[in-house]
């Protein structure tokens, strides 16, 4: 989350003008390491939060950063470097100047874990991001007071809630923006409106002042929330009638079935809407598990060809890269390792994967127990350790560290698909392969003791006595 409360400055960078691109975004890390790369990113679609990258820069040696985009739209964005992202908005036509504090230099969770708060510098009133930021912090207080008024006076509760309204219509009533009226609009949906008190709107009046006449939002992050949270599980608030005819066209792997029993609810008529929730209902069926994945996989298939919205074909699409992730019992690709080895030449001997960053105090302190293991038990188990290849060059002490795993080892870029395939977002991370390259264990136990006083080391050595017996 961006950060709630933000610092109006007078001096930070030069401005910079006269550039083809018509939004550009200037900053500063903490992390004054140079030639790191900055990635920013646009989300795909805002049920799978699938992200596309749309541009790259990099951090001097004093950790600034300055990058210009082609932005038609207001879009919410993605900022990743090293290990860390942040969220913000642009608007086109604008300059932004950002700070990007870091609050734990020892953190090396990968890519998405290590989220961090934004400050912003010399923000226009009129932008974006100003007036999320004081509507969110005005919404946080007032839900914070109503709330407590709630049960103790609920009088003042259903008056507050009211008078909050009547409020927000006045202050944003010449808002010409149409994006912040609805980000204003569903957050109140998410927050206000989803308290339950005498007099406040049945389902019915909610459903029709969100979604009965109002376009479907697909491309706005806060429509798309509020969409999620209103219709969650709603393959269970449907009829029993409904929901038997759903199975069965599940059983059937008939998509255009599913759709023809949904469209039997009354407040699923609108065709743009029953298939948004006939795509979270298959998203949702990915955790529950109750309608059968290979069904649904080639549901998504055919709903991918059949929709004529190419958002709906790439949610469809995503959902589909989803529901293909590796699990246990999966065959691990044969990835490129480096050039001329690939990935399937470990065949017929288990696999220890070690994900390793060579900055990482925790990974750095496992190394003892790494070298004790290879030794005892490297002919019966392949370690192969992996790290992100270097952007800038490893000093003296990473470089000795490194040369102190005796194991396979090999870098590998940050867009390399072993890092999603595998989900790999934090260090050290294990993982377990059998003698097939099928996953057994992810994550697997690490070589030193968890809370339990568990290691890795007797399942080599059961390996290693499986092996011995034949």
């Given at each position: 989350?961006m950060?709630?409360?933000?610092l109006?400055a007078?001096?930070?960078f030069?401005?910079v003008s006269?550039f083809?691109?018509?939004?550009s975004i200037q ?10 790369d900055v990635r920013?990113?646009?989300i795909?679609d ?7 990258e749309?541009?790259r820069t ?8 300055f ?8 879009k919410?964005?993605?900022i ?6 942040s ?6 036509n604008?300059q932004?100047?950002i ?5 734990d230099?020892n953190r ?13 510098y010399?923000?226009?009133?009129t ?5 999320i930021?004081g509507?969110?912090a ?8 109503l709330y407590m008024d709630?049960t ?7 008056k507050?809630?009211?008078d909050?309204k ?7 009533a010449?808002d ?7 980000y204003v609009k ?16 049945s ?6 002042f969100y979604?009965?006449n109002s376009?479907k939002l697909?491309h706005h992050?806060k429509?798309?929330e509020f969409f999620q ?5 709603y ?5 029993k009638e ?9 059983i059937?792997s008939?998509?255009k079935?599913?759709l023809e029993a949904?469209?039997?609810d009354v407040y699923?008529q609108?065709?743009e809407?029953?298939d948004?929730i ?5 998203k ?5 598990k109750?309608l ?10 055919q709903l991918?060809?059949q929709?004529t919205n190419?958002d709906?074909?790439?949610m ?5 890269k989803?529901?293909?992730e590796l ?10 390792l480096?050039?001329g080895?690939?990935?399937?030449k ?11 960053d060579p900055s990482?105090?925790?990974c750095?302190s ?6 004790k293991l290879?030794?005892k ?5 392949e370690i192969?350790t ?5 952007q ?8 000795r ?6 194991t396979?080892?090999f870098?590998?870029p940050?867009?390399?698909p072993?890092?999603?395939?595998l989900?790999i977002?934090?260090?050290?991370y294990?993982i ?8 057994k ?7 030193s003791p968890n809370?339990l ?6 399942t080599f050595y059961?390996?290693?006595r ?5």
């Amino acid at each position: 989350m961006m950060k709630k409360t933000f610092l109006i400055a007078f001096l930070f960078f030069c401005i910079v003008s006269g550039f083809a691109q018509n939004v550009s975004i200037q900053g500063i890390s903490y992390i004054p390491k140079k030639n790191r790369d900055v990635r920013i990113f646009a989300i795909e679609d805002y049920l799978t939060n699938t992200e596309t990258e749309i541009g790259r820069t990099q951090l001097d040696s004093t950790g600034k950063f300055f990058v210009k985009l082609n932005i038609d739209e207001i879009k919410k964005i993605v900022i990743r470097f090293d290990n860390k992202y942040s969220y913000m908005y642009v608007q086109p036509n604008n300059q932004y100047f950002i700070d990007l504090p870091e609050t734990d230099l020892n953190r090396s969770d990968f890519k998405k874990d290590n989220e961090i708060e934004m400050v912003f510098y010399l923000l226009d009133t009129t932008d974006i991001n100003y007036k999320i930021l004081g509507f969110e912090a005005w919404l946080d207080q007032t839900v914070s007071d109503l709330y407590m008024d709630k049960t103790l006076k609920p009088e003042n509760f259903i008056k507050g809630i009211s008078d909050f309204k009547k409020e927000v219509a006045t202050v944003y009533a010449n808002d010409t923006s149409t994006y912040f009226m609805h980000y204003v609009k569903y957050s109140i949906g998410q927050t206000i409106d989803n308290f339950q008190y005498i007099g406040s709107m049945s389902y019915d009046e909610r459903f029709d002042f969100y979604f009965g006449n109002s376009p479907k939002l697909i491309h706005h992050d806060k429509y798309m929330e509020f969409f999620q949270l209103f219709f969650e599980k709603y393959y269970y608030q449907t009829s029993k009638e409904i929901r038997t005819d759903v199975y069965n066209a599940v059983i059937r792997s008939d998509s255009k079935k599913v759709l023809e029993a949904l469209s039997k609810d009354v407040y699923l008529q609108d065709l743009e809407l029953r298939d948004l929730i006939t795509l979270l209902i298959i998203k949702e069926e990915i955790v529950s598990k109750e309608l059968p994945k290979s069904n649904l996989v080639l549901i998504l298939n055919q709903l991918e060809e059949q929709f004529t919205n190419p958002d709906l074909k790439k949610m469809a699409h995503n959902l589909y890269k989803q529901f293909n992730e590796l699990t246990i019992g999966a065959r691990v690709p044969n990835y490129t390792l480096e050039t001329g080895i690939e990935f399937n030449k470990f065949l017929g001997k288990a696999v220890y994967l070690h994900f390793y960053d060579p900055s990482n105090m925790n990974c750095i302190s496992e190394i003892g127990a790494i070298r004790k293991l290879n030794d005892k038990y490297g002919a019966f188990v392949e370690i192969v350790t992996i790290y992100p290849t270097p952007q800038a060059p490893l000093n003296a002490t990473e470089l000795r560290n490194l040369k102190a795993l005796t194991t396979n080892k090999f870098a590998l870029p940050e867009n390399h698909p072993i890092w999603d395939d595998l989900k790999i977002k934090t260090f050290p991370y294990y993982i377990l392969l059998d003698e097939q390259l099928n996953i057994k264990s992810m994550p697997a136990l690490a070589p030193s003791p968890n809370g339990l006083y568990e290691t890795i080391e007797k399942t080599f050595y059961d390996i290693k006595r499986k092996k011995e017996n034949h």
